[in-house]
């Protein structure tokens, strides 16, 4: 089965600039998080999404931070404008968490974003 | 939440038997216990999940004890590869309503 896919890999921005990273879900999984991991720290959830709907978002700094999970399948993380504190690892990741499902989290590569 | 205290870091001998403790005080009682390895440059990974007492798989055991205030990832005869972070989580497993947060996970650091 296909794992879970995330793009770009990398992204340089200046600060300020906005930035978009996509994340697709392993097929059939409800619940897909995004974690934002700074280099030497462990992941810190950003946000958590079963299906359509938002399960947590308390850790996500919304005046520059937006999520979208479209149709309860891909999701969107976009960053508007990007602060150097930003600089981190994004990372997505499903399950299927969901009665009688397998509760093991899926992770993508990341996408590694530089603020400059 | 359950919060999870771990070790910072640890070191180990190669051909070594590796125990990683977790401590989750609060844990609920439909709360489960897993734990996940990550290498640099790479997502977490799954290793071992259970709930009490004592699990095993092909890459670990995970002790429970009967309080399950604490858990211990067991690795057996660890090699330079397992270099990784460790990091334990505890939460509902069949239930994406909660949500799942890493703590700062256990750096181990295999030597030749």
């Known amino acids: 089965e296909a794992g879970v896919a995330q793009s770009p890999r990398y992204k340089i921005i200046e600060k300020r600039q906005s930035v978009a990273f996509w994340c697709n879900p392993i097929s059939g999984h409800a619940t897909l998080y995004w974690y934002q991991q700074i280099l030497g720290q462990g992941p810190k959830l950003l946000i958590q999404?079963?299906?359509?709907?938002?399960?947590?978002d308390s850790q996500l700094p919304k005046d520059r931070f937006s999520a979208e999970r479209l149709k309860g399948v891909d999701s969107t993380l976009k960053i508007q404008p990007a602060k150097l504190e930003d600089s981190a690892v994004y990372l997505c990741?499903?399950?299927?968490?969901?009665?009688?499902?397998?509760?093991?989290?899926?992770f993508g590569e990341g996408s590694r974003l530089t603020v400059l | 939440l359950a919060k999870t205290t771990q070790p910072i870091s640890m070191d180990s001998y190669e051909g070594q038997e590796v125990n990683i403790t977790c401590s989750h005080n609060n844990i609920a009682t439909n709360d489960y216990i897993t734990w996940y390895q990550q290498f640099p440059s790479q997502g977490p990974r799954f290793i071992i999940q259970g709930y009490k007492t004592k699990v095993t798989n092909e890459v670990a055991s995970l002790f429970i004890p009967a309080d399950r205030k604490s858990s211990t990832l067991s690795l057996p005869r660890v090699s330079l590869s397992d270099t990784a972070v460790y990091y334990c989580?505890?939460?509902?497993?069949?239930?994406?309503?909660?949500?799942?947060?890493f703590g700062k996970g256990t750096r181990l650091s295999v030597i030749a």
């Open positions: 989580l505890v939460g509902p497993w069949n239930s994406g309503n909660t949500p799942l947060v």
């Open positions: 990741a499903s399950s299927r968490r969901t009665s009688g499902g397998s509760g093991e989290l899926f």
């Open positions: 999404f079963q299906n359509n709907g938002v399960v947590d």
